[in-house]
């Protein structure tokens, strides 16, 4: 089945400045992926997703890149301000187009 | 919209013991989705429900564990005799369809097991 790994655990930035965040795939069939934000005590909230027909997309300050070919794909946080501080989770459809298979989460923390 | 709404949202049980968690999907969504999260394992699909009907409960233990939607307002997910390694934050999705449709993720709730 669908495996996502989700490269950095932890990432600290200055206010400002951006962020990455990367995620490899392993099922050439995952065609939709979204990214979730999960504050500390909280659920996930979605941010951003992008479907495997794009390799580019762009929300304010969020833009996703997909790689099909190397089965990677990143969020990048540009201009990043304090209450971008959370866990960030990249996931993966899969096969079967339903569930989401989920990275193991990125802590983000913006310094001021 | 209240969103997807999870009952209750902290829940302590003995061991051995039964749990019952509820989920009320976001009205006109015909994708239900479970999903538990811990520290150690993070975010695993658990079971999904498409127009009330169980498709996949690949992620569900086996012997212990079941879901069920007795109608589109809401579903169960019932841990029998459960075990400290059942303590996570349980997770109802719901979502418009399957097919890269975002899913929409309720508060949780925190089970732990004594």
């Known amino acids: 089945g669908e495996k996502v790994e989700q490269h950095e655990s932890t990432l600290s930035v200055r206010e400002g400045d951006s962020a990455v965040i990367n995620c490899t795939y392993t099922?050439?069939?995952?065609?939709?992926f979204p990214w979730y934000k999960q504050e500390a005590g909280k659920s996930l909230h979605f941010v951003i997703d992008?479907?495997?027909?794009?390799d580019r997309k762009q929300s304010q300050r969020l833009i996703v890149l997909l790689d099909k070919k190397a089965k990677r794909f990143s969020l990048h946080i540009t201009a990043t301000q304090p209450e971008d501080s959370a866990i960030y989770f990249c996931?993966?459809?899969?096969?079967?187009?339903?569930?989401?298979?989920f990275g193991a989460g990125t802590r983000l923390k913006v310094i001021a | 919209n209240a969103g997807v709404i999870q009952t209750p949202r902290h829940k302590v049980t003995g061991k051995g013991q039964e749990a019952t968690l509820w989920c009320e999907p976001i009205s006109g969504h015909s994708a239900v989705f479970w999903y538990r999260q811990t520290i150690v394992q993070g975010l695993e699909f658990l079971t999904y429900?498409?127009?009330?009907?169980?498709?996949?409960d690949s992620g569900m233990p086996k012997e212990r564990f079941s879901a069920q939607m007795p109608n589109q307002s809401h579903s169960t997910l019932k841990i029998q005799s459960t075990q400290p390694q059942d303590s996570a934050v349980y997770l109802c999705a719901s979502s418009l369809g399957q097919g890269g449709y975002e899913q929409y993720f309720g508060p949780g709730t925190r089970l732990t097991v004594l």
């Open positions: 429900f498409r127009n009330q009907a169980p498709i996949d």
């Open positions: 996931a993966a459809n899969g096969t079967g187009n339903y569930k989401y298979v």
């Open positions: 992008i479907r495997s027909n794009v």
């Open positions: 099922d050439t069939a995952s065609s939709y």
